[in-house]
């Protein structure tokens, strides 16, 4: 369910970048039952973006210091596909994200509670992270992220 889950987020977002004009709940909502999306899947998603914009990381700027090396316990390297903690070091050490974006983003891969997150998944959840981090930002972050561009970040 969770790869579901985040799908529908991953599609919310995509409205949400879109900036389509007649964007509500309702039409997302109908559109999703329709592609065979599961009423509680869809709330589920509603749920986790809901929390993500309550609880938004404290800290809303990048950080371009020298980056700290991580150690992922045993715990994250089940939690984590390689390609998965790879990405996070690439985007931590590239300056995309400060270590606090990163704890927060292990933190909610590890607050799911099936298997081991895809690449896929963590991009999903670190778009979603960075999406509730800044409002002047976001945008930008969250596209080059999805879009594998992330040289676009420093331009």
């Excluded at 900036?19 to 329709?34: G, K, P, Q, S, Y």
Aim: aromatic fraction near 8%; charge should be negative.
């Amino acid at each position: 369910m969770r790869e579901r889950v985040l799908t529908i987020v991953g599609i919310i977002a995509q409205y949400v970048m879109d900036e389509r004009e007649d964007f509500n709940e309702t039409d997302i909502v109908e559109e999703l039952l329709a592609e065979g999306f599961a009423a509680e899947e869809i709330d589920a998603a509603f749920s986790w973006m809901e929390c993500l914009s309550l609880h938004p990381s404290r800290k809303t700027e990048l950080s371009l210091a020298t980056p700290t090396w991580r150690i992922f316990t045993p715990e994250e390297n089940r939690a984590l596909s390689a390609e998965a903690r790879g990405f996070l070091v690439r985007l931590r050490s590239l300056g995309i994200i400060d270590n606090e974006s990163q704890e927060e983003i292990i933190d909610r891969a590890l607050q799911t509670e099936e298997g081991e997150l895809s690449l896929r998944d963590i991009k999903t959840l670190t778009a979603l992270t960075l999406f509730a981090r800044s409002q002047d930002t976001w945008r930008q972050e969250v596209d080059c992220i999805l879009e594998d561009d992330l040289g676009r970040l420093f331009h």
